[in-house]
Every structure is written in structure tokens, then in C-alpha cells.
């Protein structure tokens, strides 16, 4: 599975921004997914994922509410939707699928992944 993300770019805080994640190759139309993030000098955390279905997600907590996870499964595709955008928020984004069809916040429980898109938040 090869995976393209895009849609970051440079933001004023209070601002949004949608990433998407082109997925190619092996369908990952049956594992679950997710977003990550790492800001310099930090450990990749993740954002939010969801399963195979899109119907049950997961948001880390200083994200729910703004941020909301989705996906095309036709389109082999992963959205992540972020509003209400605040600097803390800038980091690069990945996007990754994992072994399982079920939703999943384990980090190696992740095999593919995306080469990251720049999100910056300026205040």
C-alpha cells in the first residue's frame, strides 16, 4: 500500500484545513486508519483514527471537537477535516493503515505510512 498525503499548508490560528490521503496498490479499503502527527523534537502521537467501516473513531482529547476523521472507502481515500485550528496543532501529518479492520490507537499496530504533509498554525 502506497500512501499520498496532501492538503497541509500554512494557516492562520482559527482557521481550517482538510487532509487527504490517497491510498494505491493493496486496497486498504478493509483496515482500519489514521492520523498522526509530529512536531519537532517530540514522538509521533496520534490524532484520530478510525476502522475499515469509518464508524467508529478515535480523537485525542486536545483535538475532539475540532478536528473529525473521515473516509471514501470507493475512493481509497482518508480525510482529516481540522478546524478551528490552533498553533499547538502545527506538526507534520501522517496518515497510516493498519494490520486490522477495527479501529486502533497502537502505533505499531500500524504498517503503511504516508510521507507527511506540514501543517503550520500561526497565531
Known amino acids: 500500500v502506497q500512501l499520498q498525503a496532501s492538503g497541509g499548508g500554512l494557516v492562520e490560528a482559527g482557521g481550517s484545513l482538510r487532509l487527504s490521503c490517497a491510498a494505491s496498490?493493496?486496497?486498504?479499503?478493509?483496515?482500519?486508519m489514521g492520523w498522526f502527527r509530529q512536531a519537532p523534537g517530540t514522538e509521533r502521537e496520534i490524532v484520530a483514527a478510525?476502522?475499515?467501516?469509518?464508524?467508529?473513531?478515535f480523537y485525542e482529547s486536545s483535538v475532539r471537537g475540532r478536528f473529525t476523521i473521515s473516509r471514501d472507502n470507493a475512493q481509497n481515500t482518508l480525510y482529516l477535516q481540522m478546524n478551528t485550528l490552533k498553533p499547538e496543532d502545527t506538526a507534520v501529518y501522517y496518515c497510516?493503515?493498519?494490520?486490522?479492520?477495527?479501529?486502533?490507537?497502537?502505533?505499531?499496530?500500524?504498517?503503511?505510512w504516508g510521507q507527511g504533509t506540514q501543517v503550520t498554525v500561526s497565531s
Open positions: 496498490g493493496r486496497t486498504s479499503s478493509n483496515n482500519g
Open positions: 478510525n476502522d475499515w467501516r469509518g464508524r467508529s473513531t
Open positions: 497510516a493503515v493498519s494490520l486490522r479492520s477495527a479501529m486502533t490507537t497502537i502505533k505499531s499496530q500500524y504498517k503503511y
